[in-house]
Every structure is written in C-alpha cells, then in structure tokens.
C-alpha cells in the first residue's frame, strides 16, 4: 500500500484466518504486525494501537531463568511472543529479556514486583 504498510491476499478463508489470529510473526529476525484490511483504512492516518515490545526484568535470579516461567512473568505486562536466546541459554545474569505484545490504547505496565523486589 504504502508508509511501510503491505496488502496480502489469501485465496482461502483458512489461510487467512491463521495468518491473522496465530501472528505476530517473525521474518528475517523482524516482527510483523497483521490486521484485517478495513474499507476506509488510509495508511497517512493509520494509527498503531498494538506493538511488540522487548522487556527486561533486571537483576532476576537464576532460579526464575526457565522458560514458563519468564513468559508467565512477561504474561503481566503483555501477550508473551519470544524468550530472548540469550536469556534462555544464561548467557548474561543482569536482566531477562521477554518480547510481549502490548495494546497501546490501555495503559502501559510500568514496573512488576517479584517476591517484594
């Protein structure tokens, strides 16, 4: 279309349907962001209103460095996406980092407690 926006046609319901509810998805290491095409849609006035971001938890003990539990601790900010590989394979200790998907028209969670720290 333009302004960074593509248009992707699917022959099949299915196709469709998948693509839109199983994203976001992940291309060439870049999040890509799908939402149904609306009739007035005007990407000059397109507005972001969900977005993928990365957060860290800073100073997290080892202990809490497992998968499920990362992403149960990010399902508080967000939708969690992805683990950083760093973080999953306790390559650096100072922070966690977890991508969430978050909705931009709610308020934004600024700071998650764990165990009163």
């Known amino acids: 279309v333009d302004n960074g926006f593509y248009m992707v046609k699917c022959e099949r319901l299915a196709d469709r ?3 839109i509810i199983d994203g976001p998805w992940m291309l ?3 999040y ?10 005007a990407s000059p006035h397109a507005k972001v209103e ?21 992403l149960g601790l990010a399902s508080v900010v967000g939708t969690p996406v992805k683990v950083d590989t760093n973080t999953l394979s306790v ?9 969430v ?6 308020p934004v969670v ?4 764990i165990n009163g720290h």
């Open 17 to 19: 349907e998948k693509i």
């Open 28 to 30: 060439f290491d870049h």
């Open 32 to 41: 890509l962001a799908v939402a149904r095409w609306t009739p007035d849609f």
């Open 50 to 70: 969900k977005t993928l971001v990365w957060i860290r938890f800073p100073g997290l003990n080892l202990l809490y460095y497992d998968e499920s539990v990362l």
């Open 91 to 99: 390559e650096r200790g100072r922070f966690a980092r977890i991508c």
């Open 101 to 106: 998907g978050i909705d931009l028209t709610l």
């Open 110 to 113: 600024g700071k998650v407690n």
